[in-house]
C-alpha cells in the first residue's frame, strides 16, 4: 500500500497539457495523414492476417472492446484478435507475457504489434491519436485511482496508438507498472511536443521493422 500513500499526495496538483492549441492542431492533422496512408500502405498487411484468422476458423477476425478516451467519452477499440473467444469468461483480466489465452497466430501478432494496425481507423475518426496514452478499461481505471486520482488528467488527451510507456514499459500486468505508465504518461502530458511524437512514432516503426526493443 506503500505505492497508493505515495502517489495521493500528488492528487491535488493540476498537470496542465504541454502542447498550444495549435500544436494540438497540427497533431491532428499529422494523425489523419498517417492513419489514411497507413491504412493504404498496410491493406495488403490486413487482407493476408484476415485470411490467416479467417483461416484459423475459431472465432472472428476482428476484436472490439470498449475504452475511455477523450473527454472520458467511452469508444470501441479495434484490434486483429489475438486471443480465445472466451479468454475473459471469468472477468476483465490484464494481459501478461507468455499469456496461454494467446492463439499461435495471435502470439506472432501481438508480438510484433500487427494485431494493433485497425487502431489505424480509430485514429482517422478522432477517437485515438498515433502518439498518446494507451487507452483503458474503466474497470482498471477505477483500480488506477483508487491508488493515484491524477489518472482523470489523461482524459485531456486522446489516447494513443503508441507512446513512450509502450515502448519501454513492456506489460503492464501488476499495479505498480500501471503506475509507473501512467507517471509516463503524465510526463508525456506535461512535456510532449510535436517532436516528441515524431521520435515516438520513428522509434516504434523501428521496433516494429526490427523486432527489437528500445532501452532508456
Same mark, same amino acid.
Not at 67 to 88: C, S
Not at 121 to 126: I, P
Not at 157 to 173: H, K
Not at 186 to 202: K, R
Given at each position: 500500500?506503500?505505492?497508493?500513500? #505515495?502517489?495521493?499526495?500528488?492528487?491535488?496538483?493540476?498537470?496542465?497539457?504541454?502542447?498550444?492549441p495549435l500544436q494540438r492542431k497540427v497533431k491532428r492533422a499529422i494523425d489523419i495523414v498517417c492513419a489514411a496512408t497507413g491504412l493504404v500502405l498496410f491493406s495488403p498487411a490486413f487482407l493476408v492476417i484476415s485470411l490467416a484468422l479467417k483461416r484459423q476458423g475459431d472465432g472472428p477476425i476482428f476484436f472490439s472492446q &470498449?475504452?475511455?478516451?477523450?473527454?472520458?467519452?467511452? /469508444?470501441?477499440?479495434?484490434?486483429?484478435?489475438?486471443?480465445?473467444?472466451?479468454?475473459?469468461?471469468? *472477468?476483465?483480466?490484464?494481459?501478461?507475457?507468455?499469456?496461454?489465452?494467446?492463439?499461435?497466430?495471435?502470439?506472432?501478432?501481438?508480438?510484433?504489434?500487427?494485431?494493433?494496425?485497425?487502431?489505424?481507423?480509430?485514429?482517422?475518426? *478522432?477517437?485515438?491519436?498515433?502518439?498518446?496514452?494507451?487507452?483503458?478499461?474503466? /474497470? !482498471? #481505471?477505477? @483500480? #488506477?485511482?483508487?491508488?493515484?486520482?491524477? $489518472?482523470?488528467?489523461? !482524459?485531456?488527451?486522446?489516447?494513443?496508438?503508441?507512446? &513512450?510507456?509502450?515502448?519501454?514499459? *513492456? $506489460?503492464?500486468?501488476?499495479?505498480? @507498472?500501471?503506475?509507473?505508465?501512467?507517471?509516463?504518461?503524465?510526463?508525456?502530458?506535461?512535456?510532449?511536443?510535436?517532436?516528441?511524437?515524431?521520435?515516438?512514432?520513428?522509434?516504434?516503426?523501428?521496433? #516494429?521493422?526490427?523486432?527489437?526493443?528500445?532501452?532508456?
Amino acid at each position: 500500500m506503500l505505492y497508493m500513500a #505515495i502517489n495521493r499526495r500528488n492528487e491535488c496538483a493540476e498537470i496542465v497539457a504541454g502542447m498550444s492549441p495549435l500544436q494540438r492542431k497540427v497533431k491532428r492533422a499529422i494523425d489523419i495523414v498517417c492513419a489514411a496512408t497507413g491504412l493504404v500502405l498496410f491493406s495488403p498487411a490486413f487482407l493476408v492476417i484476415s485470411l490467416a484468422l479467417k483461416r484459423q476458423g475459431d472465432g472472428p477476425i476482428f476484436f472490439s472492446q &470498449e475504452r475511455i478516451g477523450l473527454n472520458g467519452k467511452p /469508444f470501441r477499440i479495434h484490434k486483429f484478435r489475438t486471443m480465445r473467444v472466451n479468454a475473459e469468461s471469468h *472477468g476483465p483480466q490484464l494481459a501478461v507475457q507468455n499469456d496461454d489465452r494467446l492463439t499461435p497466430l495471435g502470439r506472432f501478432l501481438r508480438e510484433h504489434h500487427l494485431d494493433e494496425l485497425p487502431q489505424l481507423w480509430n485514429v482517422l475518426v *478522432g477517437e485515438m491519436s498515433m502518439v498518446g496514452p494507451r487507452p483503458e478499461r474503466q /474497470f !482498471f #481505471i477505477d @483500480k #488506477i485511482s483508487e491508488a493515484d486520482p491524477r $489518472y482523470k488528467y489523461l !482524459f485531456k488527451l486522446r489516447p494513443g496508438v503508441t507512446s &513512450e510507456a509502450t515502448l519501454y514499459n *513492456g $506489460y503492464t500486468d501488476t499495479m505498480e @507498472k500501471m503506475l509507473e505508465r501512467l507517471n509516463m504518461d503524465l510526463n508525456y502530458l506535461e512535456n510532449g511536443t510535436l517532436g516528441t511524437d515524431l521520435s515516438i512514432m520513428l522509434k516504434t516503426f523501428l521496433f #516494429i521493422a526490427t523486432g527489437k526493443k528500445n532501452s532508456l
